[in-house]
Nanobody, 123 residues
Framework: QVQVAESGGGLVQAGESLRLSCAVSGITYRTFVMSWFRQAPGKEREFVAVIGWSGGTILYSASAKGRFTVSRDNAKNTVFLQMNSLKPEDTAVYYC????????????????WGQGTQVTVSS
């Protein structure tokens, strides 16, 4: 059984940092592309960052680039999202997702999803 579990969300003030974690089990984790998406209230879910199986290839959304850092630990089947200089517009539920195929920003190409973790940034 595949399990994808995010953690690390919370309530912070603008300018502060948070580190999200996503633990995966039930798949050959090191062969999967891992991504973070987010969904703000009243908006569609959007891509945030993706990291290739080796960690050597990374893509960010325009809003994440320069403030967020995605990384992975294949020995611990975990992917991380370090979020710095948080803004109120970063408030959303953050989802972790795993894909068997190529590096992609497209939701439909992801095979497994977590339940999400809430991040709230106050001004």
């Amino acid at each position: 059984q595949v399990q994808v579990a995010e953690s690390g969300g919370g309530l912070v003030q603008a300018g502060e940092s948070l580190r999200l974690s996503c633990a995966v089990s039930g798949i050959t984790y090191r062969t999967f592309v891992m991504s973070w998406f987010r969904q703000a209230p009243g908006k569609e879910r959007e891509f945030v960052a993706v990291i290739g199986w080796s960690g050597g290839t990374i893509l960010y959304s325009a809003s994440a680039k320069g403030r967020f850092t995605v990384s992975r630990d294949n020995a611990k089947n975990t992917v991380f999202l370090q979020m710095n200089s948080l803004k109120p517009e970063d408030t959303a539920v953050y989802y972790c997702a795993a894909a068997r195929g190529r590096l992609t920003r497209i939701e439909d190409e992801y095979d497994y999803w977590g339940q999400g973790t809430q991040v709230t940034v106050s001004s």
